[in-house]
């Protein structure tokens, strides 16, 4: 079942040099492709869009504010179940519970400092991949 999915390397991941170990990771997965790669600065109404289901939870401004302190890497990543894939390999949202050789539990601490987004279903990727890369 080949998909497709929308990943952000978020600022900490960023700011950090990461980039090049994460998307390393995601690149070394058999038959997955990145079909599209751009460095940039989220504004506000992309990220309230982005992440308008957590509207009014404590953790969302802060997000929000997190989201837009540097500049992402947002790529379009295609291939077999891609979407549990990348999911799969980031590990769950806090690090600390993450296990070691996933992405947020290799290199994170902080919950919100996590250093990845992937899409979390079909619709969400959908959504998601025609809020970032409309043309694609
Ligand atoms: P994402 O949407 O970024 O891929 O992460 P996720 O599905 O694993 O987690 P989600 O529940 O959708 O939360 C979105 C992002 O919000 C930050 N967060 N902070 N309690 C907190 O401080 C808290 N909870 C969530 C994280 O950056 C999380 O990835
Ligand atoms: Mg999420």
Redesign the pocket.
């Known amino acids: 079942m080949t998909q497709r999915t929308l990943v952000?390397l978020?600022p900490d991941a960023v700011r950090r040099a990461l980039v090049g170990e994460i998307i390393g990771r995601i690149e070394r997965k058999a038959g997955w492709s990145i079909t599209a790669l751009e460095l940039r600065t989220l504004d506000g109404s992309t990220l309230e869009q982005h992440?308008g289901?957590?509207k009014g939870?404590?953790?969302y401004e802060?997000?929000i504010e997190?989201?837009a302190s540097g500049p992402v890497v947002a790529l379009v990543v295609e291939g077999e179940r891609v979407i549990e894939g990348v999911?799969a390999l980031?590990g769950?949202?806090?690090p600390i519970a993450a296990a070691p050789g996933s992405i947020r539990g290799d290199f994170g601490t902080i919950?919100?400092?996590?250093l990845?987004?992937?899409?979390?279903s079909e619709e969400s990727a959908i959504r998601e991949l025609k809020l970032f890369f409309p043309e694609h």
Request: aromatic content about 12%; cysteine-free; charged content about 30%.
């Open positions: 952000l978020k992440y289901e957590h939870r404590p953790f802060p997000l997190f989201m999911r980031a769950p949202t806090d919950v919100r400092e996590n990845i987004h992937a899409s979390d």
